[in-house]
């Protein structure tokens, strides 16, 4: 089993910063990629990031590409994910997921999610 605890989430201005956190526990050969995706309101799950455990491969969305940063910190098994000039679309419950391919950037290649933060930005 893999556990994932989400944190950092909130309300923002647009412009503003976030930074969330994705603590993980359980078995690490479950996990080969860590990824963030996220929901709004009446939409599908999307992919906005994703990193490898071993040697730190990131992947972005379009959408974020210059403005989210994913990171690791394998000795705290904890991801991150930096947001800087945050826009109202990127309002949206964020879930972090754990996927034992190391590239990943569709839901179903997830088998394990954290329960979601939200983040709201405001216009």
């Known amino acids: 089993q893999v556990r994932l605890v989400e944190s950092g989430g909130g309300l923002v201005q647009a412009g503003g910063s976030l930074r969330l956190s994705c603590a993980a526990s359980?078995?690490?050969?479950?996990?080969?990629?860590m990824g963030w995706f996220r929901q709004a309101p009446g939409k599908g799950r999307e992919f906005v990031a994703s990193?490898?455990?071993?040697?730190?491969?990131?992947y972005y969305a379009d959408s974020v590409k210059g403005r989210f940063t994913i990171s690791r910190d394998n000795a705290e098994n904890t991801v991150y994910l930096q947001m800087n000039t945050l826009k109202p679309e990127d309002t949206a419950v964020y879930y972090c997921?754990?996927?034992?391919?190391?590239?990943?950037?569709?839901?179903?290649?997830?088998?394990?999610w954290g329960q979601g933060t939200q983040v709201t930005v405001s216009s």
């Open positions: 359980g078995r690490t050969f479950s996990r080969s990629a």
């Open positions: 990193i490898t455990w071993s040697i730190g491969s990131t």
């Open positions: 997921a754990a996927s034992p391919l190391t590239i990943a950037t569709m839901p179903r290649q997830y088998n394990y």
